[in-house]
């Protein structure tokens, strides 16, 4: 079992639309939390971290259940932007800088 | 399909010493990048290929050479080990309109 597992879509929704990522993981030791949002093309950015009170930053939830060892990555009112390909990325304890990707889950918004 | 395959996982070197990391994909993407991961400072863009043949700097290109002779390959350089290219070295490749895929990651540790 991969250590961080997303499911690939793609994910097809209409402006307007709420759309839920999940991502889990098998590293109970994982530490710290990111959602990256990946252009082709482009370097993958920094969407949000993600910490186990949830966070939200604008249309963007993040949440964390460390129980049931998953992430989650809500978007309200998509936009025709919001398509691209967004990455779990988790980092775990006293592993140095390395950081565990999941292959992604693509998006894309229709008009 | 491997996807996208890197190696060595983990390399040591001395200062000035020189060394290839390794990356091949087996999907036929036309894109082809590498990135470094620091901590504080996210993935950043080391050089990127968008075909065989073709190749160009990203944001952070001094130090490291590559080259795109077969669309599987994308190997990269280092023409003299400095202390500040100890990081984590991801290979990633992708096909236009489709999602970004990494490969495991090299760690480099320059003494």
């Known amino acids: 079992r991969k250590e961080v597992e997303q499911d690939p879509g793609p994910f097809n929704v209409p402006e307007g639309a709420t759309v839920a990522f999940n991502c889990t993981y098998s590293n109970s030791a994982s530490q710290s939390f990111f959602w990256y949002r990946q252009d082709c093309r482009k370097e993958p950015k920094l969407l949000m971290s993600v910490y186990s009170s949830g966070n939200e930053d604008g249309r963007f939830t993040a949440q964390l259940n460390r129980a049931s060892q998953y992430i989650s990555l809500l978007i309200r009112d998509s936009k025709l932007s919001d398509s691209a390909t967004y990455l779990c990325?988790?980092?775990?304890?006293?592993?140095?800088?390395?950081?565990?990707f999941g292959k992604g889950t693509s998006l894309l918004v229709t008009p | 399909n491997a996807g996208v395959t890197q190696t060595p996982k983990f390399q040591v070197l001395k200062t000035g010493q020189s060394m290839t990391l390794q990356c091949a994909q087996d999907m036929n993407h036309e894109y082809m990048s590498w990135y470094r991961q620091d901590p504080g400072m996210g993935l950043r863009l080391i050089h990127y290929?968008?075909?065989?043949?073709?190749?160009d700097q990203g944001e952070v290109p001094n130090g490291y050479n590559v080259s795109r002779s077969t669309t599987e390959d994308f190997p990269l350089r280092l023409l003299s080990a400095a202390p500040s290219q100890t990081s984590v070295y991801f290979c990633?490749?992708?096909?236009?309109?489709?999602?970004?895929?990494f490969g495991p990651g090299t760690r480099l540790l320059v003494l």
């Open positions: 990633a490749s992708c096909r236009e309109g489709g999602p970004q895929y």
């Open positions: 290929s968008v075909g065989a043949g073709i190749t």
């Open positions: 990325v988790l980092q775990k304890a006293n592993s140095g800088y390395a950081l565990n």
